[in-house]
Structure formats: structure tokens, C-alpha cells
């Protein structure tokens, strides 16, 4: 299993605002994933994150508006840019057994408030 | 690519009857299949996972589900509910050669009437 930390757990921000959120992981893993949850609704995918190399996004997030910084194995930010009321939401992340169809663990998350 | 659908955004049950939240999958290999529960300001917890072995999967605090291929579907039961059940609950898939990207349904929000 992986425990992961979260910081912060929760922030109000002015819009035109920047905040970065910290994940950290107790043990080593290849992958990290960002996920946001708006409100009411299920998880979307942000990006993976990749240990060395520039994160992949998914369709509709893009890097000018998510950047990521993955600089060791334990760690990641993602920093939620520009914010605008859209952007409240609820920001996770997680990680996998580093195999392929194991469980994902997840932080508490960053319940973000943009006024 | 995978998919999953959840029939039913809300669910109600009264305490100590069944619960049923139905999941469908759609993948073009064979799937791992999760369920999380998401408790009110708390973060998610894996429920039970499947990944080719037994169709039958126990998980936590009394739920199971069966994964049948024929009907690519993976519903989650509980014999009996209890007012702790309450949550909202997400049917999960991943896909061998994913990267370990899962997927997501829209989630069932569960309520327990006492």
C-alpha cells in the first residue's frame, strides 16, 4: 500500500490567483496521476506524471493552465493557474502499485474554493 | 479505450434490506474492475477489485460483486445495509497497456433510510 500527503487540504483563493498543491508518497512509484472532482460530479484525469519527463494531460487540461513538477519519486505539484470561479473543485492524487491493474491509492485531496 | 457506466445516480434502501448499484464496463481488453467508496468529506477507499481471477469478489465491510463477461457488467451487493453505508460509490476500470489510468463512472450516491 502507499500513504500519500496532501497539502493544502483545503484553500479559498482570490480569482487571477495561482495555488500549487503538494502530494507527497511514502514509498517510490513510476507514476503519479492528478484527478479533479468538480463538485457533485466523478473524477476526470488532469495528467500523469512521470519521475524525469514532462507530465501527460488529457484531453481539455492543458500545461499553461496545470502545470506539473515531478522532481523525484515521492513526490509532485500541480499548480492550478489563473484560477477562475470554474476551477473550485475538489484535486486528488494518487498512485498505483506500479503494476499494471493494481489498486490506486489516494490523497485526501485539495478542496479548492476560487471567489 | 474503456468505459464504465453507472445506471443509477441514487440509490435508497431502508436498513438491513439488500443493496444492488449496477455497473456496466466497455473495454477492448480484458479489464481490472474497482469499486471506491467516497464518504462525505473523506477521501476514497478501495471497496473490492477484480483482476481475472475469481468472477466472485469479496471486499470490505460485507460487499461483493461479480464480474460477468457475457453481460460486461460488475454490480456491486450488500446483503444487508447499514446507516454507515451511506456514501457516494464509484465503479472503476483499468486496462492492461493503460499506463494505470483508470477510469471513472458518474458515481452512486447511496442513502440509507432508518
Known amino acids: 500500500s502507499a500513504v500519500i500527503s496532501q497539502k493544502p487540504s483545503r484553500d479559498i483563493c482570490q480569482r487571477g490567483t495561482s495555488l500549487t498543491i503538494q502530494c507527497q508518497v511514502d514509498?517510490?512509484?513510476?507514476?503519479m496521476f492528478w484527478y479533479r472532482q468538480q463538485p457533485g460530479q466523478s473524477l476526470t484525469l488532469i495528467a500523469t506524471?512521470?519521475?524525469?519527463?514532462?507530465?501527460?494531460?488529457e484531453s481539455g487540461f492543458v500545461i499553461d493552465k496545470f502545470p506539473i513538477s515531478r522532481p523525484n519519486l515521492t513526490f509532485s505539484t500541480l499548480t492550478v493557474s489563473n484560477m477562475s470561479p470554474e476551477d473550485s473543485s475538489i484535486y486528488l492524487c494518487?498512485?498505483?502499485?506500479?503494476?499494471?491493474?493494481?489498486?490506486?491509492?489516494f490523497g485526501q485531496g485539495t478542496r479548492l474554493t476560487v471567489v | 479505450a474503456q468505459s464504465v457506466t453507472q445506471l443509477d445516480s441514487h440509490v435508497s434502501v431502508s436498513e438491513g434490506t439488500p443493496v444492488l448499484l449496477r455497473c456496466n464496463y466497455s473495454?477492448?481488453?480484458?479489464?481490472?474492475l474497482f469499486w471506491y467508496v467516497q464518504h462525505p468529506n473523506k477521501g476514497l477507499q478501495l471497496l473490492l477489485k477484480?483482476?481475472?481471477?475469481?468472477?466472485l469478489v469479496k471486499g470490505i465491510n460485507g460487499f461483493e460483486a461479480e464480474f460477468k463477461k457475457s453481460e460486461t457488467s460488475f454490480h456491486l451487493t450488500k446483503p444487508s445495509a447499514h446507516m454507515s453505508d451511506a456514501a457516494e460509490y464509484f465503479c472503476?476500470?483499468?486496462?492492461?497497456?493503460?499506463?494505470?489510468?483508470?477510469?471513472f463512472g458518474t458515481g452512486t450516491r447511496l442513502t440509507i433510510i432508518p
Open positions: 506524471a512521470n519521475q524525469g519527463s514532462e507530465a501527460t494531460y
Open positions: 477484480y483482476t481475472s481471477a475469481a468472477t
Open positions: 472503476v476500470v483499468s486496462v492492461p497497456f493503460g499506463n494505470e489510468k483508470l477510469t
Open positions: 473495454s477492448s481488453y480484458s479489464p481490472s
Open positions: 514509498s517510490q512509484v513510476t507514476m
Open positions: 494518487s498512485v498505483t502499485g506500479g503494476q499494471e491493474n493494481t489498486e490506486a491509492f
